[in-house]
């Protein structure tokens, strides 16, 4: 199918000849393919995935490489499975085989190679989440990671986001990683927000803007893609998108006030090279439809009224929000006509080849044109070439650069001063180690389990201080054996430490800790990574808030009760959310 090229201008009004030479030269099917990101998981390219690179000819993948498979979607509160991801390229072992570093980069290098080696000549952006904590696709190898975006506003210094981000990026790039779907530009105004929590800088929009401003130039000085999400906001929810269809339900004058002003600041200062745009109904922008389907908001508002220029991704088309009310690959074309450049489309399944067929049958339905998809196309290459994606990988050894010691001393040091004592009372530390102590600790597996990260961590880096510390493991939530089981053994010792730990999907212990609040006698501390009920107790009498569950961030803590160096952290909600100009 041939075509004329109507494309966008850049800055300075003149097209990039060397992008637009390779629109004209790339076939129909190759143009819808530079439109998706495709979803990569574990350490291994099975057939399918080099398929995604030369049959379907993507754009780019989405890596989760301690992820075996992509799966379904369940609702943590009904247990229920709202979207089915039927994966049959997947084998029944959970775990995928560790990598060092170096041996992940050449999986990547393999694919990049075999991209750039198509008609196209293409390159494939790698794209990943890396908030925080455990959101952090890359979090083996030694790869020093930090406390959640809340806990780096907890250190009071926003120049820290600035550090924080350039070392995210320098590693990463080392590897093979190119596009960090950062910063999170939410205002988490709502405390009952299930999906965004800390994952936001603040409840307070001036707050949200100096970090994510700061976070932003160190992506871009250090070439690695950001991304600003949830356009137009998520905060303001009581409702997780992967499992339902939140309605934020705000006034349109607040949300130009407070959701939009991050976007419209970061704009205008030219820090967004990308944009998430949110699985939400906003009422008072489109009644009718889902924002990543909505014209009004993804062209009139964030196009026309923000003067937005980069490319607009989608978030995981597979969301139960977006899944559940218009179907996959439909939900797929029709962000494409409400404005948005790339697909995000996490599911390794036939998901991928329908949506493919539902693209080129809205063309074929005039619904879109080929004029759009070339507009897109080139929004993205020239990103692309911006960032300098067609040099190929970086040259650095991940191995150099992550194990220089010069970001372990940053996550050292933004880790003591992220942690806060969270309690009623302040916690006499340094204990008496001395004490017969039962550490109670979650089962967390978002980890890599690895020499650097291990289940039982805390457990063990209190052993090394020297508390004298029995381990009990429980599930990530508790289950009703081991509830009865700690009940009834906690008379044995004279202090108790518990973490007490939320992630998106899992509940956190308050009724295990509510338990013991009432029937056990002795000292009771939990270690809690949210200043939100989730991890709340009813007494919460000796506490410890730590922002990430990373080995820092713990060893931060081991560091306050067991040495008695104080930590650092203030917290940054302020209970408000509009800014105060």
């Known amino acids: ?19 637009t030479s390779i629109i004209k030269k790339m076939s129909f099917e190759e143009k819808i393919g530079g439109l998706l990101t495709l979803g990569f998981s574990g350490t291994l390219p099975r057939k399918h995935i080099y398929d995604f690179v030369t ?13 075996r498979s992509f799966g379904n979607y369940i609702d943590p509160e009904s247990g229920k499975v709202t979207v089915k991801v039927d994966n049959k390229h997947f ?9 060092e570093l170096d041996q992940y980069k050449d999986v990547l290098e393999e694919l990049q190679t075999l991209a750039m080696a198509r008609p196209s000549g293409v390159p494939l952006h790698f794209s990943f989440d890396q908030e925080g904590g455990t959101s952090a696709d890359f979090n083996f190898g030694g790869v020093e990671l930090f406390p959640k975006p809340m806990g780096i506003a907890a250190t009071g210094n926003k120049d820290n986001a600035y550090l924080v981000s350039e070392a995210i990026a320098k590693q990463s790039l080392s590897v093979g990683f190119n596009y960090v779907h950062s910063p999170v530009l939410d205002i988490n105004t709502n405390p009952n927000n299930p999906e965004i929590y800390t994952r936001a800088y603040s409840d307070d929009v001036s707050t949200v803007i100096a970090y994510a401003r700061e976070a932003c130039k160190g992506f871009k000085e250090a070439n690695m893609i950001a991304t600003g999400k949830h356009f137009p906001g998520r ?17 349109k004058e607040t949300l130009y006030k407070r959701e939009l002003l991050p976007y419209k600041v970061l704009i205008e200062e030219d820090l967004l090279p990308s944009i998430m745009i949110a699985h939400s109904i906003y009422p008072a922008l489109d009644p009718e439809n889902v924002a990543t389907v909505s014209y009004k908001i993804v062209t009139g508002i964030l196009r026309e009224e923000l003067g937005f220029k980069g490319v607009i991704t989608t978030d995981s088309m597979t969301m139960g929000a977006l899944a559940m009310r218009y179907g996959v690959a439909n939900a797929c074309a029709m962000s494409l006509v409400a404005g948005c450049d790339l697909i995000l489309m ?13 693209i080129k049958q809205f063309v074929q339905e005039d619904k879109l044109t080929l004029e759009d998809i070339e507009e897109k196309l080139y929004r993205i290459l020239k990103l692309k070439y911006d960032y300098k994606m067609f040099s190929g990988l970086s040259c650095e050894k991940p191995e150099t650069v992550i194990r220089s010691g010069k970001y372990s001393h940053l996550a050292k040091d933004i880790a003591r001063r992220s942690i806060q004592d969270y309690g009623v009372e302040k916690i ?4 008496d180690r001395q004490k017969k102590t039962l550490i109670i600790e979650q089962m967390n597996k978002g980890v890599p389990n690895n020499g650097y990260w291990y289940y039982g961590y805390f457990y063990h880096q209190s052993l090394k201080c020297g508390l004298n510390a029995d381990f009990y493991e429980i599930d990530y939530v508790i289950d009703q054996e081991d509830m009865e089981k700690i009940l009834e053994m906690c008379h044995q010792y004279e202090r108790i430490i518990i973490t007490n730990f939320y992630v998106r999907s899992k509940k956190a212990n308050n009724p295990l800790i509510n338990q013991l609040e009432k029937a056990y006698q002795g000292e009771l501390i939990t270690i809690v990574n949210t200043p939100y009920s989730f991890t709340k107790s009813e007494k919460n009498q000796y506490s410890v808030l730590t922002y990430a569950t990373t080995p820092r961030n713990l060893d931060a803590v081991c560091d306050y009760l067991y040495k008695g160096i104080n930590p650092l952290g203030e917290s940054p909600l302020r209970g408000v959310g509009d800014a105060d100009e």
């Open 1 to 19: 199918m041939s075509s004329r090229i109507i494309i966008t201008e850049d800055y300075n009004g003149k097209k990039n000849a060397f992008i």
């Open 55 to 67: 049959k379907y000819h993507c754009g780019g993948l989405r890596l989760s490489p301690t992820t």
């Open 91 to 99: 084998l029944k072992a959970e775990q995928q085989p560790l990598m």
């Open 235 to 251: 905060g303001d929810s009581d409702v997780d998108a992967h499992y339902h269809l939140p309605v934020i339900d705000v006034d």
């Open 346 to 358: 996490k599911a390794e399944n036939g998901l991928v080849e329908e949506t493919i067929q539902k």
């Open 428 to 431: 006499k530390a340094p204990l």
